[in-house]
């Protein structure tokens, strides 16, 4: 890599920057807008209704950290060869989406609330008292992981520890995310979910339930899509070809992690879960739950 004092996009090749390219400044722009938006709205939920705070909370802290990680990306449009930017951006926009799949964490046991205990039947509590665990374990080896890198030269070739420390995280995290995905379809196989002219629930419920069982589930995937790319980027190490296609880090990072964002904050189960009465949903296993949007979360 060329000398950062020596450079800029007028005199050096931009490839023999840190990020491998020069980051493009609109799709930068459009992604750090978005998770501005994100986190505003989560913060005027978070002082109006004050429901559902943890689930919102996270969502606020993940688009404000995703926000960070584009800025300084925005920063590298002018100077890729700022280091601080691009160590930055690479930690920051790695381990962020772990407080997005946080928030859907949240949401399995209070459905399994109303839905019921589902095909394994799980006490509802135990979802978030195992892998909200596991997300923090995720959070904290990714963000070891990030901190080791920081010492590392961009000029290391191959899997450097750092590196090795953060796929270790982002594969915790992809393995979590697969058991949830499993557990969450438990949950719903066995409802009349699918089915709500076989439920005593009212039509318009039963419609608002689903689509937000769908968002979750499209969320899901969204991540773990992300995470298993950023494990097959990294594995190349951080002068891989993966790690330096920005067209790539767009379709498979950028795109997916904003778009899951959106979705649940924009199905937030403030709305979404709404039950004014006790209403027996699914097959007989299912019990009764008052109030489930009323709970703070």
């Not at 778009?259 to 097959?283: C, E, N, R, S, W």
């Amino acid at each position: 890599m060329t000398e950062a004092a020596q450079c800029t996009v007028e005199t050096c090749d931009p490839s023999q920057s840190w990020y491998g390219y020069q980051p493009n400044l609109g799709i930068n722009i459009f992604f750090a807008a978005l998770y501005g938006v994100s986190a505003t709205y989560c913060f005027i939920l978070t002082v109006w209704k004050r429901k559902w705070l943890t689930y919102t909370i996270t969502i606020l802290v993940g688009s404000l950290l995703e926000l960070v990680g584009y800025a300084a990306r925005i920063v590298g449009h002018n100077d890729p060869w700022f280091s601080t930017g691009w160590i930055l951006q690479y930690s920051i926009i790695t381990f962020a989406p772990v407080f997005m799949s946080a928030a859907l964490y949240v949401c399995i046991g209070r459905i399994a609330d109303f839905l019921g205990r589902g095909a394994f039947n799980i006490n509802p509590r135990l979802y978030s008292r195992v892998f909200i665990p596991c997300d923090i374990v995720a959070l904290v080896v990714q963000g070891a992981g990030g901190a080791v890198s920081v010492t590392e030269s961009v000029r290391t070739t191959g899997v450097s520890p750092g590196a090795a420390i953060v796929i270790a995280g982002l594969t915790f995290q992809l393995v979590s995310l697969s058991v949830f995905f499993i557990m969450f379809g438990a949950v719903l196989w066995p409802t009349n979910l699918w089915h709500p002219k076989s439920s005593d629930l009212p039509i318009r419920q039963a419609r608002r339930l689903r689509t937000f069982a769908i968002c979750i589930i499209t969320a899901i995937l969204l991540i773990i899509g992300r995470s298993a790319f950023r494990v097959a980027e990294l594995s190349e190490g951080i002068r891989g070809s993966l790690i330096h296609d920005e067209l790539l880090f767009i379709i498979f990072d950028g795109f997916p992690v904003v778009i899951a964002t959106l979705i649940i904050v924009t199905a937030h189960p403030i709305f979404m879960l709404q039950t004014g009465q006790d209403y027996k949903y699914g097959k007989p296993n299912s019990h009764e739950m008052v109030l489930l949007s009323g709970t703070a979360a």
